[in-house]
């Protein structure tokens, strides 16, 4: 950081952001060390079992420890890429001041996807706008873009509202120096009240009765329709052959912010609603694609230097967040190749101990403090400031767009609402305009995988890009969490699919990426894999256990030097796993409910995952983006509340691991009758504690098959099926075993 001299005394400037690297590396990296020996000394004793194997039998049992303790290794060594160098970092908006005015602010797009207004409300969407609307920010350097991939005349009409009722929000949120600026937010908790905020939430209240009024009748009535210009807007949709697939561009410029002020007289943000062309024959690419869409129109209109994308229920919960992004962009020391910042994802409304472990404080929180020490977080999707010229080309080869009015550079100097802007802005959002260019190969949000977030930070990052993470003590973004286990295994079963369309792609962060960074590659490589834990999870939860049955030892004994490593491997990856946890603000609870949740993905989305992938790939099904359900019945949020596993929707994920879960239950007992009946006790005691283990995790199951009578307890078919499983898996393999 530079001084400052004024007069003859040398006065050091106040930081703008510091970084401190944490405590726990040198420890982290001498575990490091000791742990791999421990890896090493174990998979010398697999291939020496091996090798010594006589039957075919026993050959694929040793074989089959052998692949899980190989895949778990390989986990565990990529996962030291986030342990080698993390850091925390801590910005000082108040000193900006001291750098630059807020005259010189870059300009902010913000762009909000949605998809479908029944599962993800329109008012939510709203809400969300509202909230980043409201920015601390120079009003006439902010526009938010709003992407309709649901093509929706209801979330249209939410945003006309939206538009009305932003003219009385924004100035009472200045007035009042609110810091809750999502209206429903600040409605619900014990806001200070006034006769001014009462107006304004008997405001707020009318419109989402009209919007939720609109939603519920699936459409929008006359009498809401205020102008010709909104009735216009609407006879697109009445045109007939307007369908969610097949339509054409909608764009809409609801504010102005050279032309609308509030009723305090400032100008009002721009508000531009978009809902992309589509038609059944051309690809549009999920949400990178309604992102692309959205960088191309933005870059017509306003080409703002910052760009914000948020997903519909990512809003704000800091009006000073962009003020911290520009101590980081605004510091000459930053450099040059500084693609994005990332904000964690945080949720709001999780219970108590998290059950379904929607938190990922893993992947949101501890391995994007590890990235950071390195070349910076991954990209998560939302909550994420970009550098526009990031998505064109690498730092030092820039690429030029085909038509020049995108450049990253360009000046804009009509208003966004003049018919050339409005022909142009069109124009790039057909969905044709994407043929024979880069997007989405070389610019722009990547595509060819699910999970877009993850492959185009990944792609930035190989191409010399760096990132930045940024976690202030006040969360600057809340969203929602799935809280039935069906939605949050179908959301994980879409990322799985993803990450193993990277893992295998030309660009295979295993090859191409620890080719183009090193260690950051690893880390890379650690998500791509990630469905491939379910191989690990289901040996561990099926074969010692069909083992035990049939009264079989597979482990060595408790007096054997090697169940001494199998033991510090075990207890010393879950210490260090439980007390990065801990460390980083999370209870013993919500740790023990995380290792539950890895056990249950393992044994279910991500094995279904996996086959959906293949399948996919040997060109039998096609798998879409599925996007993930933002409404909820008060029954399941109840449930949800009350910390009870909601298995109410019977999905065929729930099979195998009730299962394992059955499976576990007798095997155990199997070998408690062997134990007190006078056999090996020795030999089988480490299988008796691996199901032990496994039986303590299944509690929510067992409860969910037996003791519960609700809604959400386990559909009776998957029982059956999964009984029905776990019997023929003993019968072959007590045939096999003898
Ligand atoms: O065709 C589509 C599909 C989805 N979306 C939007 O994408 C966002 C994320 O969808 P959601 O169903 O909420 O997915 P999640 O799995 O919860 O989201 C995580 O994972 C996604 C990748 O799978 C990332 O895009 C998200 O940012 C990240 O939060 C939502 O705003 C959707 O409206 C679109 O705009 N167009
Ligand atoms: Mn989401």
């Keep these: 950081m530079g001084g400052r001299s004024t007069g003859s005394f040398a006065v050091q400037t106040p930081p703008l952001h510091t970084t401190e690297l944490l405590r726990r590396t040198a420890f982290n990296r001498v575990f490091a060390a000791v742990y791999t020996s421990a890896i090493f000394s174990l998979l010398y004793h697999h291939i020496r079992t091996l090798v010594h194997c006589k039957t075919i039998v026993s050959f694929s049992l040793s074989f089959s420890l052998l692949l899980s303790d190989v895949i778990l290794a390989f986990m565990w060594a990529t996962a030291q890429s986030f342990r080698m160098r993390p850091v925390h970092r801590k910005e000082y908006p108040e000193n900006l001041e001291n750098f630059i005015k807020p005259s010189d602010f870059p300009a902010l797009d913000v762009f909000v996807c949605t998809a479908d207004p029944y599962k993800e409300p329109p008012m939510d969407v709203v809400n969300t706008s509202l909230s980043v609307m409201a920015y601390d920010y120079p009003t006439e350097k902010l526009s938010v873009y709003v992407s309709d991939d649901g093509g929706s005349a209801l979330t249209l009409f939410a945003f006309m509202e939206a538009a009305k009722f932003a003219r009385h929000w924004l100035p009472f949120c200045r007035k009042k120096n609110v810091m809750e600026r999502n209206p429903d937010a600040y409605f619900s908790t014990n806001y200070a009240s006034c006769p001014e905020s009462e107006k304004i939430k008997m405001m707020y209240e009318s419109m989402k009765v009209r919007v939720e009024h609109a939603v519920d009748k699936g459409k929008v009535s006359e009498e809401y329709i205020a102008t010709d210009q909104e009735r216009e807007a609407f006879n697109k949709w009445a045109a007939g ?299 561990y939860a099926f074969l010692p256990q069909l083992a035990l049955l049939s009264g079989l030892s597979i482990f060595p004994k408790v007096s054997e030097p090697w169940f001494l490593i199998y033991s510090f491997l075990f207890l010393g990856a879950y210490g260090q796993d439980l007390s990065d946890f801990i460390l980083e603000g999370g209870t013993f609870r919500k740790w023990w409910n995380d290792q539950r949740m890895w056990m249950i993905r393992g044994s279910s989305c991500f094995i279904f995952g996996f086959l959906e992938y293949l399948l996919q790939s040997l060109g039998i099904s096609a798998f879409g983006f599925n996007v993930t359900s933002k409404v909820v019945d008060d029954e399941q949020s109840k449930r949800y509340d009350q910390e009870i596993f909601d298995f109410g929707v019977p999905s065929p994920m729930f099979v195998p691991l009730t299962a394992a879960a059955i499976l576990n239950l007798f095997s155990f007992f199997r070998g408690f009758l062997q134990m007190i009946g006078g056999g090996d006790k020795e030999g089988i005691f480490l299988q008796m504690l691996i199901s032990g283990f496994i039986m303590v995790n299944c509690w929510p199951i067992y409860e969910a098959i037996v003791l519960r009578s609700d809604k959400g307890k386990m559909p009776a078919k998957v029982t059956v099926i999964a009984t029905f499983l776990a019997w023929t898996l003993y019968a072959a393999t007590s045939l096999i075993f003898q």
């Design 241 to 539: 052959n307007f369908t969610r697939q097949d339509h054409p561009t909608v764009i809409q410029v609801l504010l102005e912010n050279s032309k609308n002020r509030d009723i305090s007289g400032q100008f009002m943000p721009n508000l531009i609603y978009v809902s992309r062309e589509k038609s059944k024959t051309s690809p549009h690419h999920f949400k990178a694609g309604a992102l692309n869409v959205l960088l191309r129109i933005s870059a017509t209109m306003t080409n703002a230097p910052l760009v914000l994308t948020l997903d519909c229920d990512m809003n704000s919960n800091d009006p000073q967040t962009p003020l911290r992004v520009l101590c980081y962009v605004t510091d000459p020391a930053t450099g040059s190749d500084l693609a994005f910042l990332q904000f964690p994802q945080r949720f709001r409304g999780l219970n108590k101990t998290d059950i379904y472990a929607s938190e990922f404080k893993r992947l949101f929180l501890i391995n994007s403090l590890g990235f950071d020490g390195i070349k910076g977080p991954n990209y998560v999707g939302t909550g994420t400031f970009f550098s526009r010229r990031s998505f064109f080309g690498s730092p030092t080869n820039p690429l030029s767009p085909e038509i020049p009015q995108l450049h990253p550079n360009r000046v804009v100097h009509e208003p966004i609402n003049s018919p050339s802007i409005l022909s142009l802005a069109h124009h790039v959002a057909g969905c044709d305009y994407e043929h024979q260019t880069n997007w989405g190969s070389e610019m722009g949000f990547r595509y060819g995988s699910l999970v877009e977030d993850y492959n185009t930070g990944f792609r930035l990052h190989c191409e010399g890009w760096r990132s930045i993470f940024c976690n202030p003590d006040r969360p600057a973004f809340y969203g929602d969490a799935p809280v039935t286990l069906v939605d949050m295994l179908n959301q994980n079963k879409r990322w799985a699919i993803g990450l193993l369309e990277v893992a295998f792609s030309r660009c295979s962060p295993l090859i191409f990426g620890i080719k183009s960074m090193g260690v950051m590659g690893l880390g890379y490589a650690h998500y791509a894999f990630w469905p491939i834990w379910s191989i690990p999870t289901m040996v």
